[in-house]
């Protein structure tokens, strides 16, 4: 079974700190590869994905993740935070079989203090 | 375009009561799924309807719960009768059909349930 581990649970950081969240999964075949937000009071929003090709993803608001095969991480980062990147961060998988469904991580709350 | 929709918005029912949860997808979605969050966990995927039809329902937990999509447009998930482990977010989402490969699941607000 696919499972996906979020190292940090809470993360605190000042503006303009630089930012990894780290994400590791478990499958063995090909994967499609997420992070998700969650500001508060809000949806959950696709932030970025990696389906194949250059493993350096560049998502929205200035993140990026790192698809490192032999590590079977995909890691979030961004240079420096701002107080309005204060969120839930959720990793996520898609075995690429044909069946849709998105294993998750459980998920990194950022506080960015200004 | 309106995103997808779940009601209520919030549930605080009693253990042995039913709830329905119910979820509106984007319009033209024929993808629609159900997941869940304990407090303080991962969010777990319950089911996948196309359009009317059970794609994959290996994540429902047991029978109380029946998630049902008649005509292939809205959702309900009706728990029967609740439990207390029951409570927890569930979010719905959608996504459009091209055949197979993935497309992008765009989530609802969640509806939190307590069971009490």
């Known amino acids: 079974a696919q499972s996906v581990s979020q190292h940090n649970h809470h993360v605190i950081l000042s503006e303009a700190a630089s930012l990894e969240l780290g994400c590791n999964y478990s499958?063995?075949?090909?994967?499609?590869l997420f992070w998700y937000v969650q500001y508060p009071g809000q949806h959950l929003q696709l932030l970025l994905k990696?389906?194949?090709?250059?493993?350096l993803v560049k998502g929205i608001k200035g993140f990026e993740a790192e698809f490192i095969k032999s590590k079977f991480s995909f890691n979030l980062r961004k240079p420096s935070v701002q107080w309005s990147d204060t969120a839930e961060y959720f990793c996520a998988v898609n075995a690429n079989t044909g069946f849709q469904k998105l294993v998750f991580g459980t998920g990194t709350r950022l506080l960015v203090s200004p | 375009e309106a995103g997808v929709t779940q009601f209520p918005s919030h549930s605080v029912i009693e253990k042995g009561q039913t709830v329905t949860l119910r979820c509106d997808p984007i319009s033209g979605h024929d993808n629609l799924y159900w997941y869940r969050r304990v407090m303080g966990k991962e969010i777990k995927f319950l089911l996948h309807f196309v359009k009317e039809s059970k794609q994959d329902e290996s994540g429902m937990p047991n029978n109380r719960f029946l998630a049902e999509r008649t005509g292939g447009t809205y959702s309900t998930l009706k728990v029967q009768p609740a439990e207390l482990e029951d409570s927890g977010v569930y979010f719905c989402?959608?996504?459009?059909?091209?055949?197979?490969?993935?497309?992008?699941?765009?989530f609802g607000p969640g509806t939190r349930l307590t069971v009490l």
């Open positions: 499958y063995g075949g090909t994967v499609n």
């Open positions: 989402a959608s996504s459009q059909d091209t055949g197979g490969i993935y497309n992008e699941q765009f």
């Open positions: 990696y389906f194949s090709g250059d493993p």
